[in-house]
């Protein structure tokens, strides 16, 4: 990352920018950096002023104790202003429920496009969840990053056949050193239900989007998003999953965001 802004409580922001245009900030889920967003932001730079930054405690950011949501909204609330003063969103995962929390918080946000967010929409996923944040909580509290990352990917529906092979890759030590801001987006999902008056706050056009390919629990949350702001829609990507081809994602994005 090559710029650097200040959020309000004095946490470094790294960040970069690319393209012409309206501002888009493109905001990462979990165990990933503004890196991650780069094919995206390379696919929306002919039209938008692309901006990916480092959410706090990733990459070239800081990361000020302690830690609380609004913080990550005043690091957007900094973003938007070192990009112009007004900026649309885009979030995948957990990134998606941030974006969200900051269009209620009264952020300059002129749009909002939300991807997979992972809401739970029954007592069965909220009660996975409520133990996966126990464990979460365990693990990083004795500082065992390996573990807590396994108990994410698990978590996310990965097998174990998979994870053994994750372990063994050498990207591996990198999902470890992002391994403590797992729970800040553990602490973004709150409860793992959608927080249906937050979002009824939302007064900006909101697009929730979900792959084909994906469970269905995604499209489901993906239209309560949709239902419950007050200017919502909703779109299934063609053969896409929670892994979204940034080729495919790019002219819907554009479309939305332009509007």
Do not use: C, N
């Amino acid at each position: 990352m090559e710029k650097q802004t200040v959020s309000r409580d004095g946490t470094p922001l790294a960040y970069e920018r690319t393209g012409q245009g309206p501002v888009v900030i493109l905001v990462s889920g979990a165990l990933s950096t503004g890196a991650t967003m780069a094919p995206l932001a390379a696919e929306l730079s002919d039209r938008f002023g692309v901006v990916v930054y480092d959410r706090r405690g990733r990459g070239g950011s800081g990361d000020t104790p302690p830690y609380a949501v609004e913080r990550e909204v005043e690091d957007l609330a900094a973003l938007i202003e070192a990009a112009g003063g007004e900026a649309a969103l885009y979030g995948v995962s957990s990134g998606g429920a941030l974006a969200l929390r900051a269009a209620a918080s009264g952020l300059p946000v002129r749009r909002v496009a939300v991807y997979e967010v992972p809401y739970a929409l029954d007592d069965a996923r909220a009660d996975e969840r409520a133990r996966y944040t126990r464990e979460l909580d365990r693990a990083l509290s004795e500082d065992r990053r390996g573990d807590a990352v396994e108990l994410f990917l698990r978590h996310t529906g990965l097998g174990e056949e998979v994870i053994r092979g994750a372990r063994q890759a050498p990207l591996w030590a990198g999902l470890e050193r992002l391994a403590p801001s797992l729970a800040h987006d553990d602490a973004v999902l709150g409860d793992g239900r959608p927080p249906l008056s937050l979002l009824a706050s939302v007064s900006v056009p909101v697009l929730a989007l979900a792959g084909e390919a994906s469970p269905g629990w995604f499209h489901e949350a993906a239209r309560t998003v949709a239902g419950t702001v007050r200017e919502g829609s909703y779109r299934s990507l063609e053969r896409q999953t929670h892994m979204v081809e940034p080729g495919v994602l790019a002219p819907v994005l554009a479309e939305f965001l332009a509007g």
